[in-house]
């Protein structure tokens, strides 16, 4: 008849936790990595996810820098040459899968337009560009594809507060 | 919540000056005690008559009827006669192991005695009695106690050890005061050296707090009174915890025994009665954690978190009326469908079937339930869920379109709660609460309807 004192404590606190818990796997902030098997091109692009999921579904922002060269953090304000939002996001136990919302139109991280000098030459186009990852809550590794090219890809998870800012160029001042 | 808690430890002193308020022993028996109370056991030794000593007769002793009898008549002890006394030490498992221990050293030390081996008649019969004297062998045969130690005074006399033999015979003496060596049959020397023993005493007879110096063996660590008759007195020596109380009574007052009871009965603890006091209370308060979720939802489940209070009035045997209200805000669904917290107010009141079981109560009552429940705004867009409205194209997200908005709704509906409390100290009880609701009126319709849910809480009982 008598309970263990813990019992009533433990049930209500499992209880709150299945009403209230939300899925965040994936969320946060992941930086390309290149290495012998993901390749970057020297003076190419490098891409970082800004990724929020809810349940099953991925949104967010992937923002473009230019590689400013060896041994040199390309993940700088100076060097961002455009953001786009994801779309069409989903995300699974391992895995996530993102298309690029309107790859051709890049945004700015402000209204000053921040991005247009680093960004010359203007970067190569990349029709239907589409992200497909699995990995875990440290690393993502996957394929970019561009039109027919696959491109392998490394990113890991980096830390800091997620942008969800990327404006319009008709909203460049 | 800080100043719910307060006025409740407020109210709640008060209620402990008003439901306890000082009574007499006396006045408290006037009153019915209940199959809960505990009475005050007292053991009644056999009485030990000295009267011999002193050359009186040995007739029956009205007043001792009257202690007894008198001590009977109230209803807050636990009185357990000289014979169920004697039975209790001699029903006593150390007691029946010891016994024939003691019976075989003394049989040897007699026929030591008879075969005149003094030394070790006076050394076995010694031991014998200590035996007889540690399981408290003299409260149920006296006598043969008596007997012992007077056969180790005459060993000790004819050993020459006249003042051992005189103290041996004393001791044989207020063990069993009726024991007499007779002229004729004993010898000569050994009888007078018995009645000089005996005029010693009747001289200067020892205090009755020295013949009752210790607490007998009784089972327990119930009160114990022994009793000692005079020609002219009673004399009573209780044992009660650490305590020993003496007393004495004239026995030519016409109601003696009943007089020197009542002044026992007062030297006694009344006995304990706190649940009766606890369960007469009928007003019962408490407040504690509240938790539930919405079982019909626009989005997935999702845990409400909060604070709850309950007052529950006894209004009759196995009907209370119960009034509940708890504030709660919400946590988030595993989508994040929900896109701002909600917090809901809910009030309950309703008669409930309660039942109390020692220190456990249980509750089940139907009512009505009265909530108020703020604004509720869900999406299932997650650029909705990321973005800032003006950061986010509306072709991903449009914020007037994709976001569901609804106003802060009132509710009605029946309600259904389950209770079970223990309480753990004096007034004070843990309990928890199951709830279920179903709503057949709003304001708004938001979507939101049975909940079901639970609470853990303190409690006190007040009135």
Same mark, same amino acid.
């Given at each position: ?173 | ?173 207020? %063990?069993?005061? @009726?024991? $007499? *060596? ?7 020397? #050994?009888? !007078? =050296?018995? +009645? &000089? ?40 020596? %209780?044992?009660? @915890?650490? $305590? *020993? ?7 030519? #007052?016409? !109601? =003696?025994? +009943? &007089? ?40 997935? %489940? ?13 209004? #009759? ?147």
């Amino acid at each position: 008849m008598r309970a263990r004192p813990t019992t009533p404590v433990a049930l209500l606190i499992g209880l709150s936790v299945l009403g209230c818990t939300s899925e965040r796997e994936f969320s946060g902030i992941w930086q390309q990595i290149c290495d012998d098997a993901h390749p970057c091109a020297e003076g190419g692009l490098r891409y970082e996810l800004h990724l929020g999921r809810y349940g099953d579904a991925l949104t967010g922002i992937l923002v473009r820098y230019r590689d400013p060269g060896p041994d040199l953090d390309p993940f700088r304000k100076s060097n961002d040459c455009g953001c786009f939002f994801v779309d069409s996001g989903r995300a699974g136990d391992e895995t996530v899968g993102f298309r690029i919302d309107a790859l051709g139109v890049a945004g700015y991280p402000d209204s000053e337009g921040t991005r247009s000098l680093s960004c010359e030459p203007a970067p190569p186009e990349c029709p239907g560009g589409t992200f497909l990852l699995k990995g875990d809550a440290d690393v993502l590794e996957g394929t970019l594809t561009c039109g027919d090219v696959d491109v392998p890809v490394r990113f890991e998870a980096a830390t800091g507060r997620t942008r969800t800012v990327c404006l319009a160029p008709e909203r460049i001042e | 919540m800080s100043r719910l808690l307060a006025l409740i430890l407020v109210v709640g002193a008060a209620g402990v000056g008003w439901a306890a308020p000082p009574t007499s022993d006396a006045a408290r028996l006037n009153l019915e005690l209940g199959p809960e109370f505990t009475r005050t056991t007292v053991w009644i030794l056999p009485p030990l008559d000295h009267r011999p000593l002193l050359g009186a007769g040995t007739a029956p002793v009205p007043a001792l009827e009257g202690l007894i009898a008198g001590l009977q008549a109230y209803a807050n002890l636990d009185v357990r006669t000289p014979d169920r006394t004697s039975a209790a030490i001699a029903g006593a498992a150390a007691y029946r192991r010891a016994l024939p221990l003691a019976r075989s050293a003394a049989a040897r030390g007699s026929e030591d005695y008879r075969q005149v081996r003094l030394s070790a008649a006076v050394a076995g019969l010694g031991e014998a009695v200590d035996a007889f004297i540690d399981i408290g062998h003299q409260l149920v045969a006296g006598t043969e106690v008596g007997r012992t130690e007077l056969t180790r005074g005459l060993a000790l006399l004819e050993t020459g050890d006249e003042v051992g033999a005189a103290a041996a015979l004393r001791r044989s003496l207020l %063990l069993a005061p @009726g024991v $007499r *060596l007779r002229a004729g049959v004993d010898r000569q020397a #050994a009888v !007078d =050296a018995q +009645e &000089r023993a005996r005029v010693v005493l009747a001289e200067n007879l020892p205090a009755a707090q020295a013949v009752f110096a210790q607490r007998p063996p009784v089972p327990g660590k119930a009160a114990t009174l022994q009793i000692r008759i005079l020609p002219d007195r009673l004399e009573v020596v %209780l044992h009660d @915890g650490g $305590r *020993l109380v003496t007393d004495q009574q004239a026995l030519d #007052a016409p !109601d =003696a025994g +009943e &007089r020197l009871a009542g002044r026992v009965w007062a030297c006694l603890p009344f006995g304990d009665a706190p649940r009766r006091r606890i369960t007469s209370r009928k007003l019962h308060l408490d407040a504690g954690f509240a938790w539930f979720l919405f079982t019909k939802a626009p989005v997935e %489940l999702f845990g409400n978190v909060g604070v709850s209070a309950t007052a529950s009035w006894n209004a #009759a045997r196995y009907l209370a009326l119960e009034a509940s209200a708890s504030l709660t805000n919400s946590g988030r669904d595993r989508e994040e469908d929900l896109r701002a917290d909600v917090p809901v107010g809910r009030f309950t009141a309703g008669p409930a079937f309660a039942t109390d079981a020692g220190r456990l109560r249980a509750a089940a009552g139907v009512g009505v339930e009265v909530s108020v429940i703020g604004p509720v705004q869900t999406t299932t867009n997650p650029a909705c869920k990321y973005f800032r409205p003006g950061d986010v194209p509306a072709r991903l997200c449009d914020f007037e379109q994709d976001v569901d908005h609804r106003a802060t709704a009132w509710t009605v509906g029946p309600t259904v709660t389950l209770g079970a409390s223990l309480r753990l100290v004096d007034a004070i009880y843990v309990g928890v609460r199951a709830q279920g609701s179903m709503y057949v009126f709003r304001t708004v319709d938001n979507g939101l309807d049975r909940p079901v849910g639970g609470q853990i809480v303190l409690g006190y009982q007040l009135f």
